[in-house]
């Protein structure tokens, strides 16, 4: 036979109030019950966004945005005009790096009308630092490897290209040549960039090789 459920009895109720509603064995039931009714539970409220503070951030994403367009579109815009720049840098730095180290005179070609500028090797060649000389029939050189040769981004033209102010216009030219020394000195050269709006220089010092840009070509040429 199954046991029979124990019964409580009113001591245990009792027991019962007084722990859970502080009150004494004694007490009368309404009492009790104005206890009970004092008793709060946790109770877990979730709250959702309105429809007026998603339109207030929407709008202030629109804002945001609004305003960046301008910046992204000048970055976006300057970006060809500084791989050009870079480019050319770097073929005329290892150029120079190259004369020095190999100890023989080292070319840097530049095809003005195929937007195209590389470095070709010149052997035991003897010009002197005052030559700047445009070869129509010579070949092209051969592509030699990332940085030593680039095509200048599309929409960057080569606007001017002055070498040893010969006053030649060299930018009309099939080819140009620059011409770098194992004592570390180059031919002159001025070359800006134009890419419809915007206009950067690239010079080179004659008595260094060393190549570097001007922000403000025209501007800043005519005040020398």
């Known amino acids: 036979m199954s046991p029979k459920p124990k019964v409580q009895g009113p001591k245990w109720a009792a027991r019962f109030a007084s722990s859970v509603f502080g009150v004494g064995p004694g007490a009368p039931a309404s009492r009790i019950t104005d206890h009970a009714s004092r008793i709060t539970f946790p ?3 979730s709250r959702a966004f309105t429809l007026i503070e998603i339109m207030i951030v929407v ?11 301008p910046i992204v579109y000048k970055v976006w815009r300057k970006a060809p ?3 050009a720049v870079k480019n050319i840098v770097e073929v005329c730095s290892h150029a120079r790096a190259r004369a020095i180290m ?4 080292t070319e840097v070609v530049f095809h003005p009308k195929q937007n195209w500028v590389g470095l070709a090797g010149t052997g035991s060649t003897t010009r002197s630092a005052g030559e700047g000389v445009v070869t129509p029939g010579a070949s092209t050189p051969t592509t030699l490897g990332a940085g030593l040769s680039a095509q200048l981004p599309e929409g960057i033209i080569i606007e001017t290209l002055d070498i040893n102010m010969s006053g030649v216009e060299y930018n009309d030219a099939d080819e140009a040549r620059i011409h770098f020394y194992p004592n570390g000195i180059s031919d002159e050269m001025r ?3 134009f890419d419809g709006r ?3 220089g690239i010079e080179l ?3 260094t090789g060393l190549a570097s840009v001007v922000p403000n070509p025209l501007q800043e040429w005519t005040k020398r």
């Open 59 to 69: 709008a202030i994403m629109g804002i945001v945005m609004t305003m960046s367009v």
């Open 191 to 193: 070359m800006i960039l």
């Open 43 to 45: 109770v877990s409220l």
């Open 198 to 200: 915007d206009r950067m």
């Open 81 to 83: 005009m500084r791989e």
């Open 102 to 105: 190999q100890g023989v005179a």
């Open 205 to 207: 010092e004659i008595t």
